[in-house]
């Protein structure tokens, strides 16, 4: 019997916990690694008294390559440690963790997200929702003991077992969840163009707008997996979708990433909305009272005046997951939560009339794209002159890929010294010229700089993959753009001196 320390274990695999699980590169995720994090995170819960002898543990997995790969060497730390095993096939990252709080057991996800296939990761659930950071520090402390002769020495998994097969009630349970909630053929009339691409989410989504009601057509299915960002939207699918709406007349497009758990969804023009507008829209349309939000966030949501209360979070769903829980204890209003990225998180039930959604604490795509459409129907307008309506405030953001986080971090510890002078001095020397003045800087999640014209600047290295992230907040989309190519030479000049 051999055993292995976890934290030893992300040092030397380079597989760590980012904003969102545990993701590293493919060839770092060997067998050994994917079973090793899953042991541990099992036996996290039977510390915690969250997982007794004999449970079911619950599985799942998005379309890219390595993900069943990867499902089998979790699945096999699940039989060995003896527990049930429900193999939920390739469905959504919402809809696998809405099936196990539905049936009270822990589940996880493989699936890399937004982030190109030669990545991968794992999102693990408990019974209530998705782990914490308290939960990630737990995790790290195990020490796992495996079988001799488990592994071969390049830590593939000796003799594995095959998947059972796919059960098929996670997906119908999901697809339930919105046709029980909304109202029967709410959606009739609504023409939506679907850009499917790889998501794992895209037959659920198409068969949810379906059965409200909406015509759908299905564009862009691709067998290759395709790394669509929410939050850096690649040049050729914001030319696809413009294309798309030129040559059909949709309502507007919808999509998701890789994994189902952020939404796209555009205007009738084919222009894709920001994440953090529509999860104000959504968050409208369910009578949110209190909204959760990263740092990072457009700032529309505090101005709109739609909501009682907002709260700025750092960024990662288990920040704003931690945000609602605490809203809850003393909340008289429906508590929700969003990211920039658009996934929508809802930390308490939302009654419409006689109906009830669930509350689902884990980011979400489809419940963004139903209430944004509904919205613009309960306001007898075009999504367009929907965003009209909000304070105009407009966010553009990129990356810098292949940025190692050590440096990303190196950098504005340079930038943001404890010797607040000098960290003025250095900030107006780099950005001075062109957005003027600081007026306020706020370090709770990387760098978000407020300048006296009302700009922000927001520099954050990334919690899923080696990039540094930039976001950028003005007054007309034209402004944002131009900052965030400002920035973004900046920060090349800086990756280009690593």
């Not at 934290?7 to 695999?13: A, K, N, Y």
């Not at 782990?131 to 830590?155: A, V």
């Not at 509904?374 to 940025?403: H, M, N, V, W, Y």
């Not at 930039?470 to 034209?478: G, H, I, K, L, M």
């Amino acid at each position: 019997m051999k055993q292995i320390r976890i934290d030893h274990l992300m040092e030397t695999s380079g597989v760590k916990f980012g904003t969102s699980g545990a993701r590293g590169l493919v060839e770092a995720m060997t067998d050994k690694v994917c079973y090793s994090y899953t042991a541990a995170f099992l036996q996290h819960l039977r510390q915690l008294g969250e997982l007794d002898e004999g449970s079911t543990v619950g599985i799942a997995g998005d379309l890219r390559p390595s993900t069943e790969r990867i499902m089998t060497a979790c699945a096999a730390a699940i039989t060995d440690q003896g527990y049930g095993l429900l193999n939920c096939g390739g469905i959504a990252s919402p809809a696998i963790a809405c099936y196990g709080l539905e049936r009270g057991i822990p589940t996880l996800m493989v699936t890399g997200s937004h982030i190109p296939d030669d990545r991968n990761g794992i999102k693990f659930n408990k019974a209530d929702g998705e782990i914490l950071k308290e939960d990630e520090e737990g995790i790290k402390k195990q020490r796992i003991t495996f079988p001799d002769g488990r592994f071969d020495t390049n830590g593939s998994l000796v003799a594995p077992l095959p998947l059972p097969l796919p059960r098929q009630d996670a997906s119908r349970h999901y697809l339930q969840r919105y046709t029980d909630f909304f109202p029967e053929r709410c959606l009739a009339g609504t023409r939506i163009g679907l850009y499917e691409h790889s998501s794992v989410v895209r037959d659920a989504l198409h068969d949810t707008l379906a059965a409200l009601g909406a015509t759908v057509t299905r564009l862009g299915r691709t067998n290759a997996f395709t790394p669509v960002d929410t939050e850096a939207i690649r040049p050729e699918d914001i030319a696809l979708a413009r294309q798309w709406a030129a040559t059909h007349d949709f309502d507007c497009i919808v999509s998701a990433d890789g994994d189902g758990d952020r939404p796209l969804i555009s205007d009738e023009l084919g222009n894709w909305l920001r994440g953090d507008v529509a999860g104000i829209l959504c968050a409208r349309y369910l009578g949110a009272g209190i909204v959760a939000t990263p740092v990072s966030s457009n700032s529309a949501v505090e101005k709109c005046g739609y909501f009682k209360r907002v709260i700025r979070t750092r960024i990662g769903s288990p920040y704003v997951v931690a945000a609602m829980n605490e809203a809850l204890a003393s909340a008289t209003t429906p508590v929700v939560g969003y990211e920039a990225n658009g996934g929508f998180l809802t930390g308490s039930d939302i009654q419409q009339g006689t109906r009830t959604l669930k509350a689902l604490p884990t980011r979400d795509a489809i419940i963004v794209i139903l209430a944004t459409i509904l919205l613009a129907r309960q306001q007898s307008c075009t999504i367009a002159k929907l965003l009209k309506q909000l304070p105009q405030r407009f966010t553009a953001s990129d990356r810098i890929k292949e940025f190692p986080t050590e440096s990303s971090r190196s950098r504005l510890a340079w930038l943001y010294p404890e010797d607040r002078e000098l960290a003025n001095s250095r900030i107006f020397t780099l950005f001075g010229k062109d957005f003027g003045k600081v007026s306020g800087i706020d370090d709770t999640d990387g760098l978000h700089i407020t300048f006296e014209s009302g700009d922000v600047v927001h520099l954050r290295p990334s919690g899923n993959a080696p990039e540094l992230r930039c976001y950028n907040e003005a007054s007309s989309p034209e402004r944002a753009e131009a900052m965030l190519r400002t920035c973004m030479s900046i920060l090349s000049g800086w990756k280009a001196d690593c």
